[in-house]
Each structure stands twice: as C-alpha cells, then as structure tokens.
C-alpha cells in the first residue's frame, strides 16, 4: 500500500466520525499530512478524497490554490519590482492575503454545515506567505459551516505543524490526518 493509499483510509475513516456541530471554527480544520515528495502522486489522486467524502455523506468543494498568486501578481501594480527586488514581496503580502481570503470567499458555501471545502496548492505558496497566517484569516474571516480540509505537504509532531519540511514549526489546533509510522 502506497502512502497516499495509507492516507485515503485514514481521511475515510476520519470523515465517517460524527462532526460537533458546536465544534469552534479552529477545531474545524483539518491538516491532511503528507511528505512533499508525494505532491503530485497525491494531487493525481485528490478526486478520491471527494469520493470518501461523498461516501460518507457529506459535500465537497475542492479549492486550488496553485495559480493564486500568479494571478495576484498578474494584476499588481509593482510586480515588475516583485521580480527585480523579491525580498519586496514580504512588504505585500497583507494584500495577497486579502487577495486569497476574496477569492476563496467567491467559491464558499456558509450554509452547507456538512461539506467540506478542501484547499490544494498550499505548496505553491511556499516562500511568498506563511501558511499559519493564511489558516489565521480564513477562520476568522470566513465562516467555516463543515470541515476545512488543508491539504498540507510537510510534517506533524504534536500540536506542530511544519510546512514544506523547512520552515520552523508553528502551532496549531488543526486536527492531523496523517500515515503514522509503524514503530510509532
């Protein structure tokens, strides 16, 4: 068994669980773990997520991130000084996020309290923003009705959560969906 086959039985199980409706909105995301070599082999096969989720009664909605900030630098006035002087970018990156949290907004279903809005593409923002920032304004600017699941390519330990292996871990009440090792 492949470590995404591993990973689709751990998420079915985990979706099949009864959801708290009184659960708070940080209690409501969810990290899927996975090693960042494993992007695309997962990314192939992102559909069966949706398929478990539906299996288990619930709606989803899949949310690509991967081309987000093309499109923010695409319509940015100093993007032209983006690429000659990139350490620039930390200066606007308030903006990217307010440019996310719109566009997210568009596709969001408030109402739906058993769906769940999964997010791809976080890879492609490594570098540009901390993901811990974003996972920060989506709960406290978008209501989430059901789950939101993160798809995540890093690791876990505990409550830490390191993305893309590198940066320093961060803190967070996400709930793991992860292969464990054997020996643990």
């Known amino acids: 068994m492949t470590n995404i086959e591993k990973l689709l039985d751990v998420f079915g199980k985990q979706v099949s669980i009864p959801w708290d409706p009184r ?22 096969r992102i559909d069966e997520f949706g398929l478990a989720t539906e299996r288990a009664g619930h709606s989803w909605l899949l949310i690509d991130m991967f081309t987000f900030f093309d499109e923010w630098c695409t319509v940015h006035p100093y993007r032209e000084e983006f690429f000659k002087n990139p350490t620039r970018l930390k200066s606007a990156e308030k903006m990217f996020l307010q440019f996310i949290i719109e566009r997210l907004s568009h596709q969001w279903d408030k109402d739906d309290n058993s769906k769940i809005i999964a997010i791809s593409g ?13 996972i920060e304004e989506i709960v406290k600017k978008l209501p989430i009705p059901g789950r939101l699941l993160v798809f995540f390519p890093g690791s876990h330990r505990g409550y830490c959560y390191q993305f893309m292996n590198d940066h ?17």
């Not at 708070?24 to 070599?37: M, T």
């Open 122 to 134: 976080t890879g492609a923002l490594f570098g540009i923003i901390r993901l811990s920032k974003l």
């Open 23 to 44: 659960a708070a909105p940080e209690e409501k995301v969810w990290f899927c773990v996975y090693d960042p070599s494993d992007e695309r082999r997962l990314l192939r």
């Open 168 to 184: 320093d871990g961060w803190n967070y009440k996400a709930f793991p969906i992860e292969v464990k090792d054997e020996d643990e």
